[in-house]
């Protein structure tokens, strides 16, 4: 059994899953093929947003440590984020070429979670498919990393400052 060929099978399975199921809400949300463009382009840039906001919250909650384990620990699940993020766009472009999608309005897509992809084409526009996805991972992985990391260094509006210990 070639462990590669598994782990690459379990991995595709997986995504294409969460990319269907994710997408399965975002038709009948948007209107199916024929919607609106304006009801497209509201459900898939508030589908960005909410993802980042989950994203960079959950890798703030292990970079916040600030100890060396903790900021690798959100580079890995910062990777990880940028694979899903990546994969969507992917799968949100498919869904364009098969009509489930309408073709005006395509470029939101590419403009929130596409943005990665994009810049890859444009800085590796001879490299294959895989190249530019580890490269839009990296974009995306160091985007929510560094999210997460200037959430942390930001004061809290609404703290009273901070605790005093009694002595």
């Given at each position: 059994m070639d462990l590669n060929a598994a782990l690459a099978a379990w991995l595709t399975g997986a995504l294409t899953t969460l990319s269907l199921v994710i997408y399965a809400s975002v038709v009948p949300l948007s209107g199916g093929a024929e919607g609106p463009v304006w009801r497209w382009v509201a459900v898939e840039l508030s589908l960005f947003v909410l993802?980042?906001?989950?994203?960079?919250?959950?890798?703030?909650?292990?970079?916040?440590?600030?100890r060396r384990s903790g900021l690798g620990v959100g580079a890995v699940l910062s990777v990880l984020l940028g694979l899903v993020?990546?994969?969507y766009a992917v799968t949100a472009?498919?869904?364009v070429e098969q009509g489930v999608r309408p073709l005006a309005g395509w470029e939101w897509t590419f403009l929130s979670w596409g943005l990665p992809l994009t810049v890859a084409g444009v800085v590796?526009?001879?490299?294959?498919?895989?190249?530019?996805?580890?490269?839009?991972?990296?974009?995306?992985?160091?985007?929510l990393l560094l999210g997460a990391l200037l959430w942390?260094?930001?004061?809290?509006?609404?703290?009273?400052?901070?605790?005093r210990r009694p002595r």
């Open positions: 993802f980042l906001l989950i994203a960079v919250w959950w890798v703030r909650l292990f970079v916040m440590g600030r993020w990546n994969w472009f498919h869904a590796l526009p001879t490299a294959g498919f895989i190249t530019q996805l580890g490269l839009a991972m990296a974009e995306a992985a160091v985007a942390v260094n930001t004061p809290n509006p609404w703290s009273r400052g901070p605790a």
